[in-house]
């Protein structure tokens, strides 16, 4: 930078040098010397800035001459320190001033004597002499980026255009105007690929939304007619069952898909009850077609052959005769005799139905297992009889029933079984047929939790005897889960036993009120968290007073020992809680806590109801 910003003075310099140096040349010449005052005159002409002076040395290296008397002003070691700089060196630069505001110092020795010349500059004066031309440099660089701005601007206007362009197609597209015109790109490079990847993805989505339009209108078809077929289905079943006081009969089937291949009828011939229970191989269309055809081979076989096994015997003929498509049915089919109360049974290879004895016992029934139907020609079944006298009730069932599965988060899975069958059947031995049935598929319900059904099931319930009408001093139950949504079943259940029992709707809403707070503490707090439990809730309406049974599994926790709160106090100074319990005990008449041995909480409210005048 030193050299670069003094090159004036040190050219100025050395062209008073190489003049000292041809005026001694021309003096030897003439045999003659060089005086002082030449070198003087030659080196007076150097002033390169207006601040700037020269020296000169002797040959003997002192100072003869300066140009500025300024120089004696200078402190005497920068003087010195300038005057040895030039006698020891021969031509350079340096420093020198740095007091001062630093000055540079360019020296050439005079070839041919010993004479030395210098200039000192200051470098305020040097870049001065530059200013112009920074200026010039500043404003050109200026001048340059607002150039080059506007021009790569215009170069990404125009490189992004098609961009912009394609950025608006795709909003187009997205909004569902595939149609949207793409923009044309001349240039074969990144553009070009990328408008041939919209083109093709505009013509994929156009004929993926046709296929999907085409395939929602067949499935739309599809399910308007399998929900026809399921109505067909559906009708095909009795709905209509007999009002006799010698015998009670329920029945219902819920398939798994539209359609299934469960079936169950009956037919009454005065005293003589036909039914049958079947599950046909398989789910959906198929097993529906071959369960109307078993349906039908029923109702046209039973009064002619009277007998059970004859009545499976004729229709596993029928099915073989027919049966290309190797389609099995088990089944059983009974005939009950009201008159002498004896039933007559057969068993294709279906499940063992749940008997329940006039004295509460509840077993399975004694079966021979024999084959399905459509099986074998020549097959001959087993008939098996016995007493069935008043009060004795007997469960029919698909395996939908007993292999209803729970699947838990590690993947292990859980049957019903038959087990819980028999626990529900006794448990609920004095309700009625419609009781026990709904009882049954809201437990498969619960302890299915979630898992979907995975095949269909049929419940037909059949009791020789007194119907139990809805024996308004049997209990009502209903099983809930451990979710806080199921309050909501809780209270539609409450609100049919409320109906039953002619209870107002005020005292219907303070009632469910009391239940609902009983049973969402169970929900929230018995189970520890992630916990999978049940809350079983009885009703049971005795003379004028109502009794409410709230049972579960979950942490003993006695709400009857729990303080009664001050709702006088202040509300900072009562304690948090409480306020559900006191609301409970305040609406009904008795709360009762027990910690049963097996483990169960069973908390049990009543309440005196008045009836409405009539």
């Not at 959906?284 to 007998?307: D, E, I």
């Not at 024996?471 to 109906?499: D, M, W, Y």
Request: glycine share 6%.
């Amino acid at each position: 930078m030193k050299q670069e910003t003094a090159i004036s003075a040190k050219t100025q310099l050395h062209d008073a040098v190489m003049k000292m140096r041809l005026r001694m040349a021309d003096a030897k010449l003439h045999h003659d010397t060089l005086s002082l005052d030449a070198y003087v005159r030659i080196l007076q002409k150097v002033q390169p800035y207006s601040h700037s002076f020269t020296l000169l040395l002797d040959d003997e290296g002192k100072l003869a001459f300066v140009s500025d008397p300024f120089f004696n002003t200078i402190p005497l070691d920068e003087r010195n320190h300038i005057i040895t700089t030039m006698r020891n060196g021969k031509n350079g630069m340096e420093e020198v001033l740095k007091g001062k505001g630093i000055s540079l110092l360019i020296y050439e020795k005079v070839t041919g004597s010993d004479y030395v010349a210098g200039v000192v500059c200051s470098r305020v004066d040097i870049l001065s002499a530059y200013q112009p031309l920074i200026v010039w440099g500043l404003v050109s660089f200026f001048l340059g980026l607002i150039i080059l701005f506007v021009a790569c601007a215009i170069a990404i206007h125009h490189m992004t255009k098609p961009l912009h362009q394609f950025v608006e197609s795709a909003v187009h597209i997205a909004e569902g105007n595939l149609d949207t015109p793409l923009p044309e790109i001349r240039s074969q490079d990144e553009l070009k690929q990328l408008r041939t990847s919209f083109e093709y993805m505009q013509s994929s989505l156009k004929q993926h939304i046709e296929d999907l339009r085409k395939t929602t209108a067949s499935q739309e078809r599809l399910q308007s007619e399998l929900e026809i077929a399921h109505d067909i289905q559906m009708g095909m079943l009795t709905t209509t069952f007999p009002e006799r006081d010698d015998l009670e009969l329920f029945a219902q089937m819920t398939p798994a898909k539209e359609v299934g291949g469960d079936l169950y009828d009956f037919i009454i011939d005065k005293d003589e009850v036909y039914f049958i229970i079947g599950d046909v191989a398989g789910k959906g269309v198929p097993a529906s077609l071959y369960m109307a055809v078993t349906r039908t081979l029923f109702r046209s076989l039973a009064k002619n052959y009277q007998n059970a096994a004859n009545i499976v015997r004729e229709m596993n003929h029928a099915i073989v005769s027919s049966n290309d498509s190797f389609v099995f049915v088990t089944a059983f089919v009974g005939v009950l005799d009201l008159r002498t109360h004896h039933l007559t049974y057969c068993n294709a290879a279906h499940n063992a139905p749940a008997l329940m004895t006039n004295e509460g016992e509840c077993r399975l029934l004694e079966v021979e297992a024999n084959l399905p139907l459509g099986v074998d020609d020549q097959y001959h079944y087993e008939e098996q009889q016995m007493d069935f006298p008043e009060g004795t009730a007997l469960l029919l069932y698909t395996d939908g029933l007993t292999e209803a599965m729970y699947i838990s988060a590690d993947g292990s899975r859980k049957l019903f079984g038959e087990e819980r069958v028999l626990h529900d059947m006794k448990k609920n031995k004095n309700a009625s047929a419609i009781e026990i049935i709904d009882f049954l598929k809201q437990h498969v319900n619960v302890f299915a939790d979630g898992t979907m059904q995975g095949d269909d099931l049929t419940l037909l319930f059949l009791r020789h005897g007194t119907k139990q009408k809805y024996n308004l001093t049997a209990p009502r139950r209903i099983i809930l889960k451990n979710e806080i949504t199921e309050v909501s079943r809780l209270s539609g259940f409450f609100h049919s036993v409320c109906r039953e029992h002619d209870i107002d709707e005020e005292t219907f809403k303070s009632l469910n009120l009391a239940i609902e707070e009983c049973v969402a503490n169970v929900i929230n707090y018995a189970y520890p968290k992630g916990t999978r439990g049940h809350v079983e809730v009885t009703a049971r309406m005795e003379a004028d007073v109502l009794s409410l049974m709230v049972k579960d599994h979950g942490i003993p926790f006695d709400p009857t020992e729990h303080e009664d709160i001050d709702i006088d106090a202040d509300l900072n100074d009562r304690p948090i809680g409480g306020l559900g319990i006191f609301l409970v005990k305040t609406i009904m008449d008795t709360m009762h806590y027990e910690r049963t041995a097996d483990g169960y909480n069973v908390l049990t409210l009543t309440k005196q109801i008045e009836k409405l005048s009539t």
